[in-house]
């Protein structure tokens, strides 16, 4: 089953810039080959159930290991069983920007 | 890895009365031996993380065999490694309502 | 328009321990007349749209107030306009607990 | 209070695609001159509280008014006190991006 993920996780009792942990996850998804995209509030990954979620419980296991004390993840899962999972997360933004593009003024 | 989750599953494109999904999720959480605790806008749920992910699965695959098309879930996990995760789900309402009741006139 | 919302708050950058703050929202609620049910992963709150939004800035001021230099906020907000919201946050759990009854072994 | 907002809203009781109510939604936001960024699994606003909550509130009321009976969305709210919210959302991309480059291989 595809699943696309939107993906925020906060450690708690540690300092108050969160970037290292961040860029911990990026370099998980990354070592993974999980395609993703950041944005300014968590990350979009897509790929295979299994492997996204293996993917977020690697995060929580470093950032534990990195010495946050508690951790409280974000997660949205999508699926669809109508067709084919086939729209990748670029393609999902280009589709909503074509119909806005006809749209706005 | 023990964790404390938030789960709230939700069908698209079908009718506007949710209950039957949430029906079966719930005997999905029975059938597993979950602990679990239903509100107004989801479910409180803890176990081990890889029975938990398993039991959200499930949730999805089942949705979609009822005839749900398209499914988004939002989760929120919470996991520590300060201490065991002792506190249950009724125990960290209870550890709240304590200091509460301390300090509400 | 009325709402029923589920709130949950994340003060970073302070100690491990989350329940002060939590209290200190849950007397906002309290103060406020909103009617409100705590759970293990948030508080489900419902009101007038204005009401509980003006609630959940209260939340962040206060916490600020108290010390926490950054804060992360989770909100689902449910509105329907095909009947009055008239289902309260306690009629919407028993709706499910009732129809799992019915099915549960 | 500054704000940086992640906001999905999802209609329900709808057919199974929501373009066309993400894009109305990006229409109010572009109307309301407010700096926001689509991304596959929802956008990112920031503002002012007020204006960034009317926004929201004017998404609910234009969808029920295209005629979704039931809506409920997804919200994260971070707001700081520790300095100046300066970071924009195109920043807090950058800044991870650019440690991120420093580290992965």
Redesign the interface.
Known sequence: ?KV???F?I???????S???Y??EC??IL?DMGLSH??????T?IEGE?EVV?EA??RC??RL?EMG???????????????REQTKT??D??E???A??AK??P
């Open positions: 089953m696309i993920v939107d925020c906060t450690p708690l009792g540690v300092e108050t969160l970037t290292p961040i860029v990026q370099l990354i995209q950041l944005h300014a509030y968590g979009n159930w979620m977020v419980k929580h296991v534990h946050a004390p508690r951790l409280s993840s974000q997660l949205k899962i999508g699926t669809r069983s109508d997360i670029a999902k933004v589709h909503v920007r119909h806005l749209q706005a």
